[in-house]
């Protein structure tokens, strides 16, 4: 695991390269703080409907958990998939289908209430759209 010392001033390029270093593992970890941390700061300066919204944004699911759906989908891909982990895979797909309907829904309300379309508020958020 990369390690930076505490109260060093590190560019963005030099974190974006520590990360780079990190296990799969460490790296849905770290990005879960990350996005956490986001929130936190965004949230400090929203009205509550507001930070509500965000906090459906940013939700994502446990970092074990979406490490067993990407297994599950390399595996998928392999053809190795036992017919009790396809019915496991079906199931996560569900909660992620779900996850990321409920954050589309809550970044357009956000939309709506800041006046702008869908599209921006997916840029201004930087999410990408899926649709192309």
Request: hydrophobic share 45%; aromatic share 4%.
């Amino acid at each position: 695991m990369p390690v930076i010392q505490a109260g060093a001033r590190v560019s963005s390029e030099q974190l974006l390269r520590a990360v780079d270093e990190m296990s799969p593992d460490e790296l849905s970890t770290f990005t879960q703080r990350v996005i956490e941390l986001r929130a936190r700061r965004v949230a400090s300066t929203l009205s509550a409907g507001e930070s509500l919204l965000f906090e459906r944004v940013n939700r994502a699911m446990p970092a074990d958990r979406r490490a067993r759906y990407d297994a599950l989908c390399a595996q998928r891909e392999a053809d190795a998939l036992t017919a009790a982990e396809y019915d496991e895979l079906l199931t996560i797909s569900d909660e992620v289908e779900l996850l990321d309907a409920d954050r589309i829904a809550a970044i357009a309300d956000l939309a709506r209430l800041r006046g702008v379309s869908l599209d921006a508020m997916m840029t201004a958020l930087g999410v990408p759209d899926r649709r192309r």
